[in-house]
């Protein structure tokens, strides 16, 4: 099929080259001349593992190009793809949905008749019917739930698809599109748009809900004396809970989690079914972040536990591993503060140096972990990448100048550390992690 991709941030040049891999013939398209550019020459702007291999070898095969023309875009596509972004408003936690807007408005003036414009970006409940309401072409929603590291795999191999469609040519005209990942068993879910639409919201609501809720836990095990990581290990046993996202740390950040709960919840407001719980969600992971500056106030042990002056060592500038996306990353906002209070930070990511350096120029950054942790106080490690794990704590100790670590992932081996002659804290869990097994 010819398909077109609006769009070509992270969602769309994802989208756009994992189509090609299907079989289709995609053009890209994009208001930005630099990143088309950059996409036409087979760079991608931001990391994803395998999808720079993925954009390249689909400009050889003739079956992907990017353009900046709206026009050229209509006349091609039979099916079109908006991915554009939704941030969060300026002035509330609303969505801001002036890009999925000014996308559909362009794409559907230059649209040949029968053309399906296929939603894909985040919304409140109710876009995909204002939108079809307000332009005389077919519309559907088809929410994305990619993982940043995962998403080509998540594109070509999703654990489910979700169809919005109003009529039986829309739900065709998908499934032909997606034909090869329907063929191989992923199983497909026909809805209403306002079903659609939620799916996504009350899916990463759901997952921030979990993630918050381990962490409620580890709030109530620091002032208990239990340990969180047996806590979770032993309600993870039962079927109806499960292990995944049950690891207390440092809260969730990102381009996706936090803002759409926001949204969520603000849009529920507007509609007259609140959902409360969400904001004390967004409350109990902004929490965390204070709790892993406070364990480093704790370790410097300065006078009325002052950082002033204490060199800070901080493992971690992406929001997640296997990513270079720092909005709004937990590892710098914690370093943020802690500069703030007079302490040397420096940091190091194996992946996200340059976009923490032009979002947080003021920051130090060092060129490797070693670099990092030379002469340090305080280590605090806040993104977990398996080169942070996979440190040798007996080692690691001649690096820094005092053996003070905070694992605001839960990921390090706190025995190992701990017998490596560390002062080791995690989150939730008694000072030298002895909680038992």
């Known amino acids: 099929m010819r398909l077109t991709v609006i769009g070509t941030g992270y969602l769309g040049a994802t989208h756009a080259a994992?189509?090609?891999?299907?079989?289709?013939?995609?053009?890209?398209v994009d208001v930005d001349a630099d990143k088309i550019a950059a996409l036409g020459a087979g760079r991608v702007p931001f990391h994803e593992p395998g999808l720079g291999e993925?954009?390249?070898?689909?400009?050889?095969?003739?079956?992907?190009r990017f353009?900046?023309?709206?026009?050229?875009?209509?006349?091609?596509?039979?099916?079109?793809?908006?991915?554009?972004?939704t941030p969060q408003s300026r002035r509330s936690d609303a969505a801001d949905l002036r890009y999925v807007d000014a996308a559909f408005a362009a794409i559907a003036r230059h649209a040949e008749p029968g053309a399906l414009l296929v939603g894909k970006s985040t919304v409140p409940v109710g876009t995909a019917r204002r939108l079809a309401d307000a332009h005389p072409v077919d519309v559907a929603?088809?929410?994305?739930?990619?993982?940043?590291?995962?998403?080509?795999?998540?594109?070509?191999?999703?654990?489910?698809?979700?169809?919005?469609?109003?009529s039986a040519r829309a739900e065709e005209l998908l499934r032909e599109v997606y034909a090869p990942v329907l063929g191989a068993g992923t199983p497909l879910v026909t809805a209403d748009f306002p079903t659609a639409e939620l799916v996504k919201t009350a899916a990463n609501a759901f997952l921030a809900t979990k993630i918050s809720f381990i962490n409620a836990m580890a709030e109530v095990c620091e002032v208990a004396g239990g340990d969180v990581s047996v806590l979770a290990?032993?309600?993870?046993?039962?079927?109806?809970?499960?292990?995944k996202f049950l690891r207390a740390g440092v809260g969730f950040g990102g381009g996706c989690l936090p803002k759409d709960i926001r949204a969520f919840a603000h849009r529920a407001e507007e509609l007259g079914a609140p959902l409360a719980f969400l904001r004390e969600v967004d409350a109990i992971n902004m929490r965390r972040r204070e709790r892993v500056v406070e364990l480093a106030r704790e370790l410097c042990g300065g006078p009325g536990r002052s950082v002033m002056g204490a060199r800070i060592a901080v493992l971690g500038a992406a929001f997640k591993p296997d990513s270079d996306d720092i909005r709004d990353s937990p590892a710098l906002n914690v370093a943020a503060r802690l500069q703030l209070d007079g302490a040397d930070v420096t940091v190091y990511d194996p992946e996200a140096m340059d976009n923490a350096r032009k979002a947080f120029?003021?920051?130090?950054?060092?060129?490797?972990?070693?670099?990092a942790l030379h002469r340090a106080d305080v280590v605090l490690h806040l993104t977990e990448w398996a080169e942070f794990r996979a440190l040798d704590p007996a080692?690691?100790?001649?690096?820094?100048?005092?053996?003070?670590?905070?694992?605001g992932r839960g990921a390090l081996d706190p025995a190992a550390w701990a017998a490596s002659g560390w002062?080791?804290?995690?989150?939730?869990?008694?000072p030298g992690g002895e909680g038992k097994r």
Do not use: K
């Open 18 to 28: 994992c189509m090609a891999e299907l079989g289709h013939e995609v053009i890209g």
């Open 54 to 64: 993925l954009l390249r070898r689909h400009l050889d095969s003739g079956r992907l």
């Open 67 to 85: 353009t900046t023309s709206y026009e050229e875009a209509g006349a091609f596509g039979e099916v079109h793809f908006v991915c554009v972004g």
């Open 141 to 166: 929603w088809n929410p994305e739930f990619l993982r940043e590291g995962f998403a080509v795999q998540d594109t070509l191999r999703p654990d489910r698809l979700v169809f919005g469609v109003e």
């Open 233 to 243: 290990e032993a309600i993870g046993h039962d079927d109806r809970i499960g292990p």
């Open 361 to 371: 120029p003021l920051l130090g950054y060092a060129l490797s972990a070693r670099e």
């Open 395 to 407: 080692q690691v100790r001649h690096w820094v100048s005092r053996p003070r670590i905070v694992d």
């Open 423 to 430: 002062d080791f804290r995690g989150l939730g869990r008694p």
